[in-house]
């Protein structure tokens, strides 16, 4: 099964499903909008059981796991299209997500 690789610049957000496999601790610091953190370890736990969007792009460090990952989930993404974001997360130049920081002045009301 071949899998495709997709620029970061084809990449919209809002209309894919966008599947992060980095660590949840990496994903926490900072995550392309909307993507779903399913880290690689626990990927096969949860493959069969996920609906899957029509359109899913995998994300990973530097764009090398998330091949693996990308062929996992089209083994069980009947009709979504599969691929796989050339470069990964390094690649990203478009906004993230990152949890809300803490002001410094509700840091010193602690």
């Not at 209309?15 to 690689?40: K, S, W, Y």
Request: with cysteine; proline share 6%.
């Amino acid at each position: 099964m071949t899998v495709t690789e997709i620029d970061p610049d084809e990449v919209s957000p809002e209309r894919v499903d966008i599947i992060d496999i980095r660590d949840t601790d990496d994903f926490r610091e900072g995550h392309i909008p909307h993507a779903a953190n399913i880290p690689l370890g626990d990927l096969e736990d949860v493959v069969d059981d996920r609906d899957w969007g029509d359109e899913v792009v995998v994300a990973c460090y530097v764009g090398q796991t998330s091949k693996q990952a990308a062929r996992l989930i089209d083994a069980y993404a009947d009709d979504a299209t599969v691929a796989s974001m050339a470069g990964g997360y390094e690649s990203w130049d478009g906004p993230l997500e990152r949890p809300e920081s803490r002001s410094p002045s509700s840091a010193d009301d602690d």
